[in-house]
């Protein structure tokens, strides 16, 4: 692919993401996307990307080789027996810090956000990073962290534990977006906190616990 290809496509991709992330992804056409990107090509998603889950795929794959490089290297720091801290430390920071070397206004969180929460793009979602082994590895060991709790409560706390981070992080980049200090390493280890004491957290009723859908784990 040539560098005006190239160029084309990114340029397309920021367009969506934006404009996903402002509007929703089913508010927003694929004639509004190109239009946004200054094409006047209204068939440039169909050229570049062959349709619109492939649109949505590629938004969600292209940072994700950067963030697992360096969670690979967390990973490696890690001994042994880890504690729940620390291995949320891996698989949040590397998310944390893509989003703080984003120029502002970005749009990525809120981006993200909105997949999660749109059933119609659930189907672009599948495999995506769940097949991912070192997040795969990471989830495995801190469920054998929290071994001392029921299995069913932490499954329930892991299926939150994506919705409440990433609702955090398209809050905050909102806010960044009107001015606030981004801060995003304050908010990184905040949400490490928070995230660890929801998980150890002691169980009052070990068989009254909250479900909600399975979605995989974009960060």
Do not use: K
Not at 48 to 76: I, K, P, Q, S
């Amino acid at each position: 692919m040539g560098q005006h290809s190239d160029r084309a496509r990114e340029t397309l991709l920021n367009s969506a993401e934006e404009l996903f992330a402002r509007y929703g992804i089913d508010a927003v056409s694929n004639r509004r996307i190109t239009e946004h990107a200054g094409t006047a090509n209204h068939s440039a998603i169909a050229y570049h990307f062959g349709g619109r889950d492939e649109l949505l795929r590629a938004l969600l794959d292209r940072h994700l080789e950067e963030m697992n490089r360096r969670r690979t290297a967390l990973v490696a720091t890690l001994s042994d027996d880890a504690g729940v801290r620390d291995l949320l430390a891996c698989l949040l920071l590397p998310w944390i810090e893509h989003l703080a070397s984003l120029p502002v206004p970005s749009w990525r969180a809120r981006f993200v956000f909105q997949v999660r929460t749109v059933p119609s793009v659930a189907e672009a979602l599948a495999g995506l990073t769940t097949a991912n082994p070192v997040v795969e590895d990471l989830i495995s060991r801190l469920q054998a962290a929290l071994s001392d709790l029921p299995p069913r409560v932490v499954r329930g706390r892991f299926e939150i534990l994506g919705p409440m981070t990433l609702g955090i992080c398209a809050g905050h980049e909102a806010r960044v977006h009107e001015g606030a200090p981004p801060a995003w390493t304050g908010v990184g280890y905040f949400l490490i906190d928070a995230c660890a004491g929801m998980l150890s957290a002691p169980v009052t009723h070990p068989d009254d616990y909250l479900t909600v859908p399975s979605t995989p784990f974009l960060l």
